[in-house]
């Protein structure tokens, strides 16, 4: 069921409840008030016949039965009938419909002095009245032929008016409700405009910040996320074809050229050697790639254990020295705590390896003298590693884009590297709870400040 349906048929089921229960309790109230009405003209009419009976000496029997039925105002079925104190009829003026009294009758008369009653179609009233010197029952009854007429007519208006108001309130909630989802309408169809292809479309954003303008916002709030997305998949797929064709050309090249002449053992172990270099960055790369892709996955999971943090860095400095023998990383403890069981943490130590020494390599590659600073502040409930070069630095202007896959500044666009490390470690520490933060000036170096908690 469709939305501009189901809005129609809950506003036309609403406005019908509200409706019917309002006519029902006004034809409650006036089926109500015309029972009170009746029972009150009954007691009326008996009261005025007790009184020219039994208070006028002039009146008698003959002549109120005379004057009752020269009354304009008679009821239908009307009979009013008077009783002494033992029950018996002293006064009727309708013979042909005579009352079904009983001791029990009179007895609740009685006792309460004035009862309404009802059988079959008649309403009566039944009073206790004291005239000079003894009492009398007084019974009085008649169909209530005008009231029922009124009801009905009334029953038959509020059912016709209750047909009208649904057709009307059924139409208007139809009219109203595809006004009111005209604007979703357009926005189904300006989304659906919205392909691959055109992802710097937006939608057109409201004057008046209601609910659909707030949708509207962060709805293209989510289009320029998923632009920013395919720009980064784009940009990354071709990049990663670039760097991939580097060394497989250079490769094919070699080998091409090997092949044309015959070659010295020396030739062949140098051109081996290259290929071999190249191999082995090729392999780097993948590696890199395989890293990144698989710890970008929503939700992953790494197993972790008590690593000790200086450690791992003792050991990262040995791996870094081993990949250039013109590596050099200094390791300086600046703030060690008292307690030993502060310097663990809970971590991967695979991971938090490759995170640093991809860090601490780029500090040694990117310096001048390719001299790493690494700084270990330790306290309780935190830890810091500041690793510093003293390299060309990076412009402010580009350290927004520095943690994206294959970005590259280009003050370090000559020295050899694939852009992926940064991406890599900052992954890896957010997996460790941990922050990276990068302090950097054009012509004084770069400062790389990791914290964990």
Same mark, same amino acid.
């Given at each position: ?292 892709? $698989? /710890? *970008? =996955?929503?939700? &992953? ?7 000790? %943090? !200086?450690?791992? @860095? ?108 940064? $991406? /890599? *470690? =900052?992954?890896? &520490? ?7 933060? %990068? !302090?950097?000036? @054009? ?11």
């Amino acid at each position: 069921m469709q939305i501009r349906t189901k809005l129609t048929f809950q506003f036309t089921i609403l406005v019908s409840t509200i409706l019917l229960l309002t006519f029902l309790i006004i034809y409650l109230f006036a089926e109500q008030y015309t029972l009170n009405d009746f029972n009150k003209r009954l007691k009326q009419k008996a009261v005025t016949s007790a009184i020219l009976l039994l208070k006028i000496d002039q009146v008698d029997s003959t002549l109120l039965k005379t004057i009752d039925i020269n009354k304009k105002d008679i009821l239908f079925q009307e009979n009013i009938s008077i009783f002494d104190d033992l029950g018996k009829e002293v006064y009727t003026n309708n013979d042909t419909i005579p009352f079904e009294t009983s001791k029990e009758l009179f007895e609740t008369i009685r006792e309460k002095g004035e009862i309404t009653f009802q059988h079959h179609q008649f309403m009566g009233v039944g009073l206790l009245f004291k005239d000079k010197t003894n009492y009398h029952f007084i019974l009085a009854e008649a169909i209530d032929l005008d009231g029922k007429n009124r009801l009905r007519d009334l029953k038959k208006m509020l059912f016709i008016i209750s047909f009208i108001v649904i057709v009307i309130v059924s139409w208007a909630g139809w009219f109203y409700a595809g006004k009111a989802l005209a604007p979703i309408k357009k926005i189904m169809e300006d989304v659906q405009s919205i392909s691959s292809v055109n992802l710097d479309k937006r939608l057109q954003e409201r004057k008046n910040p209601d609910e659909l303008g707030k949708l509207i916002i962060i709805f293209n709030s989510l289009l320029a996320r998923i632009e920013n997305a395919f720009k980064l998949q784009k940009t990354f797929v071709t990049n990663v074809s670039h760097e991939l064709k580097n060394p497989l050309t250079k490769i094919t090249s070699q080998l091409e050229v090997t092949l044309l002449n015959d070659r010295s053992t020396e030739e062949y172990k140098m051109i081996t050697q290259s290929v071999l270099d190249d191999i082995k960055e090729l392999n780097q790369l993948s590696t890199s790639l395989l890293d990144l892709a $698989s /710890l *970008s =996955q929503p939700h &992953i999971t790494i197993t972790k254990s008590k690593v000790r %943090i !200086d450690e791992i @860095l003792w050991e990262v400095r040995e791996s870094v020295q081993s990949l250039n023998s013109k590596y050099k990383v200094d390791i300086h403890t600046i703030t060690m705590p008292s307690n030993e069981e502060d310097l663990y943490l809970n971590a991967n130590p695979y991971l938090l390896k490759t995170a640093l020494q991809n860090l601490i390599e780029n500090a040694c590659k990117f310096s001048e003298d390719q001299l790493a600073t690494v700084s270990l502040i330790c306290s309780k409930g935190e830890m810091e590693i500041r690793i510093f070069d003293n390299g060309p630095g990076i412009d402010p202007r580009e350290l927004q884009n520095i943690f994206q896959p294959f970005y590259r500044s280009n003050n370090t666009s000559k020295i050899k590297g694939h852009g992926i490390g940064l $991406s /890599l *470690s =900052q992954r890896i &520490i957010d997996l460790h709870n941990g922050a990276i933060e %990068i !302090d950097s000036m @054009l012509g004084q170096g770069t400062q790389i400040i990791v914290m964990f908690n």
